[in-house]
C-alpha cells in the first residue's frame, strides 16, 4: 500500500501519531470487538464463529476480571439482554451495568475490593452446575484484579510481591507463574471451581503471543508452570518473599499443596477459549488510519519485548533507515510495533511507566532534522502507575524543558521530563487492554515525496 497524495494533503506526523493511536485504541474496545464477534439469534448465541445453544442451559452467567472486564459486561448484557442471568466481574475501570454486579478494584497492585470481588468470583462459580453456561472474561489486568490469595498468604503479601516484581524487570510470563501459585483463582482454578459447567473464556490478550496460561495468569485454561518455576523466579530477581509467601510456595514444591490444574485435567473438558482481540487488532487498526492520512503503513511487529529504552533505540534506528534511504519502506510512511516492554527500576525509582521511558529514550535518539515522530502507549490508558497513557515525541522534545533527559531517564523520571515537554498522552481509563501500541511516523520533503 503506498500513497498517492501530494505532501501539502497530508496530515502532519503529529496528528497522524495520536490519530493512529486513538484509531487502535478504538477497534480493540469491547464494545467495538463484542460487537463483531458475539451475537444472538433466537436461542444460537454465536462466539467468534462458534454457536452455544442457549435453550440447553438453566443459567446463563458472566464471571471474571481485568481492565475492559467491566466495558465488556456491558457489551454483554447489550447483545445477550434478559438471556443473561446474572453475574460479578470486577475490573479498575467502572461501568454502569443491568444485570452483571460490576466490582471496582485495584490494578496493577491488588486491593481489598478486588479481593472482595474475586471472592465473589469463586463463590458464583462454585454454585455453577452442568445446566449453566458461564462467559468467561479475560482481560489484561486480571491478574491484579482477582486476588484470592491461597491458604495462609495474605493481601498485603500479595500486594508486597507485585509491587516487588513489577520493578524487577521480570517478565509479564515470569511473574504470573508467581502469582499464579499464590492464588485460588488462577492457573486454571476459575475453571476448576465452575466445572462442571459449559464455559466459553471471551478474552482479550494483553500478553504477546496470546499466551492463555499468562493472559490474567490463566484462570480458565491449563497451567504448565509449578512452584518451583514460581521459586526460580523468585531468585533469579532476587525479590524478598514475606514468610507466609515463601512458605506457601515451599510447601507447593514439597508436594505438600496441590499444584495448579495442568494440561488434561478434567476442570477443562468443557471450557473453550476464544481470543476476541489481541495487540495486533490494535495494529491493524492503526494501520487503516495511517494509510487514509496518506502515509504508508508498515506492521513491524505485534510481540516486541525487552527493556523499553532499549527498544526504542531500535526502533529509531528503524525509522532513520527509512528516513534515510527509503528501506524497508519508502517515506511517507508509519511504522508500528505492539508487545510489552518492561524498566527495571533504580533504587530510587521515579515516576513513568514502560511507554513513557520508552517515548524518552526515542526522543534523546531522535535526530531534529529527521522528521520523526514517535508515540508510545499503553491501550489501558495508564502507564505504569502514572495518570498519562504515554506519549509522543520528536527530535526537539528533549529541548523543550530545562531538565536533562539522560538523568531523567537514568532516574526513571520520564514522566515529569514528558509533561514539562508538553509531551505527555492523557486518554484517561480507556476500559480496554492489547498491552502497547507505538507508532513511528516518518515523513517525507515536499520534493523527494
Do not use: W
Not at 478504538?26 to 435453550?55: F, Q
Not at 438453566?58 to 476480571?65: A, F, T
Not at 465473589?120 to 468467561?136: F, I, K, M, S, W
Not at 477443562?268 to 482481540?277: G, I, P, R, W
Amino acid at each position: 500500500m503506498s500513497s498517492d497524495r501530494a505532501p501539502d494533503e497530508r496530515s502532519s506526523p503529529h496528528t497522524v501519531a495520536r490519530s493512529c493511536i486513538d484509531g487502535g485504541i478504538e477497534a480493540a474496545h469491547p464494545a467495538t470487538v463484542v460487537g463483531d464477534s458475539v451475537a444472538l439469534t433466537g436461542d444460537e448465541l454465536t462466539v467468534d464463529g462458534t454457536v452455544y445453544d442457549l435453550s440447553s442451559y438453566e443459567d446463563v452467567v458472566v464471571l471474571g476480571g481485568g481492565n475492559a472486564a467491566g466495558k465488556v459486561a456491558a457489551a454483554l448484557e447489550s447483545v445477550l439482554g434478559e438471556r443473561l442471568t446474572d453475574g460479578v466481574v470486577v475490573t479498575d475501570v467502572p461501568e454502569t451495568t443491568s444485570t452483571i454486579d460490576v466490582v471496582d478494584g485495584s490494578h496493577p497492585v491488588p486491593d481489598e475490593q478486588g479481593l472482595a470481588g474475586a471472592e465473589r468470583v469463586l463463590d458464583r462459580a462454585g454454585e455453577a452446575t452442568a445446566d449453566t453456561l458461564v462467559l468467561g472474561v479475560v482481560t489484561g489486568g486480571g491478574s491484579a484484579l482477582l486476588p484470592a490469595p491461597a491458604g495462609d498468604v495474605t493481601l498485603d503479601d500479595l500486594q508486597t510481591v507485585t509491587d516487588d516484581l513489577l520493578g524487577s524487570g521480570a517478565t509479564i510470563h515470569e511473574i504470573n507463574a508467581v502469582r499464579k501459585h499464590l492464588s485460588a483463582i488462577k492457573g486454571g482454578r476459575l475453571a476448576a471451581a465452575a466445572a462442571p459447567a459449559t464455559v466459553v473464556g471471551l478474552v482479550f490478550s494483553d500478553v504477546v503471543g496470546d499466551d492463555l496460561d499468562v493472559i490474567a495468569s490463566g484462570p480458565l485454561v491449563p497451567d504448565a508452570s509449578t512452584y518451583a518455576d514460581a521459586l526460580d523466579v523468585v531468585d533469579r530477581y532476587d525479590v524478598a518473599l514475606p514468610p507466609r509467601v515463601e512458605h506457601h510456595l515451599e510447601r507447593g514444591v514439597d508436594g505438600d499443596i496441590a499444584e495448579t490444574p495442568a494440561p488434561g485435567a478434567d476442570a477443562f473438558a468443557t471450557v473453550d477459549t476464544h481470543v476476541l482481540a489481541n495487540g495486533l487488532t490494535a495494529l491493524t487498526a492503526a494501520g487503516d488510519v495511517a494509510a487514509d492520512h496518506g502515509y504508508t503503513p508498515l506492521v513491524l511487529s505485534s510481540r516486541v519485548r525487552g527493556e523499553a529504552r532499549e527498544a526504542a533505540k531500535t526502533h529509531v534506528g528503524i525509522a532513520e533507515e527509512i528516513h534515510a534511504t527509503g528501506h524497508p519502506i519508502a517515506p511517507p510512511a508509519v511504522v508500528l510495533s505492539g508487545g510489552e516492554t518492561t524498566v527495571t527500576l533504580s533504587d530510587d525509582a521515579g515516576a513513568g511507566g514502560p511507554n513513557q521511558e520508552f517515548a524518552l529514550s526515542a526522543a534523546i535518539e531522535l535526530d531534529a532534522d529527521a522528521d520523526v515522530v514517535v508515540g508510545s502507549v499503553d491501550t489501558d490508558g495508564i502507564d505504569g502507575a502514572s495518570d498519562a497513557a504515554g506519549a509522543i515525541v520528536d527530535g526537539e522534545t528533549t529541548e523543550r524543558t530545562s531538565m536533562d533527559a539522560r538523568t531523567a531517564l537514568a532516574a526513571n523520571e520520564s514522566s515529569p521530563f514528558l509533561e514539562a515537554a508538553g509531551a505527555l498522552v492523557e486518554t484517561g481509563p480507556t476500559g480496554t487492554n492489547v498491552n502497547d501500541l507505538r507508532v513511528l511516523v516518518v515523513d517525507a520533503d515536499a520534493e523527494t515525496a
